[in-house]
């Protein structure tokens, strides 16, 4: 099946700092999607984002479906911004079986 | 509108016991999916379904069944519990490209 690598697994920032995750996927895909979890667990979409690039607030992702990859920017980082970030991906058809990579924990400090 | 709703939050069993985790939509969604994750990992999908009387299996389906009577419940049953299935698990269901999450709930089989 189709594999999904995300960078850096860990990430520490200072209130503030801009970042950039990034999401590598293995095979073609028709839909990518990227979430948060809360220090809490709970899971909230942010993007669906299976080509091109979007933004919401401070938040924005761009997936070159040519080259595999996908990025997520969160600017000026809230200690509100802290959890894992997934990306997740489906190659088929509109089932939307995802396959989920590791994520990336992110901590941001006041 | 409550959204997804998982019950139980919590709970421990016992090797070879069985239980259901319960999971209840109120947004009419046709498409509803259950997933673990494990410490340090992203989601796994052990069961979906696009509609009331369809379900199939997703990754990870082994020590677990469904079943899909009505549109908005979508109850996961594990029989004999095993160790390996201590996990957090996910109800979802989807409208279009966005997917809600249930709150989780974390299982423990001792």
């Known amino acids: 099946g189709i594999q999904v690598e995300q960078s850096p697994p860990d990430l520490i920032l200072q209130e503030g700092a801009n970042s950039t995750l990034r999401c590598n996927f293995s095979?073609?895909?028709?839909?990518l999607q990227w979430f948060h979890q809360n220090p809490w667990g709970q899971l909230i979409n942010l993007f669906y984002?299976?080509?091109g690039t979007k933004q919401n607030g401070r938040l924005s992702a761009t997936t070159v479906a040519t080259e595999r990859y996908s990025l997520l920017y969160i600017s000026s980082s809230q200690t509100t911004d802290s959890g894992v970030y997934f990306c997740a991906v489906d190659s088929g058809g509109s089932n939307y079986k995802l396959t989920f990579g590791k994520g990336t924990l992110l901590t941001v400090n006041p | 509108n409550a959204g997804v709703t998982q019950t139980p939050k919590f709970r421990i069993l016992k090797i070879g016991q069985s239980m259901t985790l319960q999971c209840t939509q109120d947004m009419n969604h046709n498409y509803m999916y259950w997933y673990r994750q494990d410490p340090g990992m992203g989601l796994k999908l052990i069961y979906y379904s696009v509609g009331a009387g369809i379900t199939d299996k997703g990754e990870v389906p082994n020590g677990y069944n469904v079943s899909r009577s009505t549109t908005e419940d979508f109850p996961l049953r594990l029989e004999l519990a095993a160790p390996s299935q201590t996990s957090v698990y996910f109800c979802?269901?989807?409208?279009?490209?966005?997917?809600?999450f249930g709150e989780g709930s974390w299982l423990t089989v001792v």
């Open positions: 984002i299976p080509s």
């Open positions: 095979d073609s895909v028709n839909n």
């Open positions: 979802a269901s989807r409208i279009l490209h966005t997917i809600y």
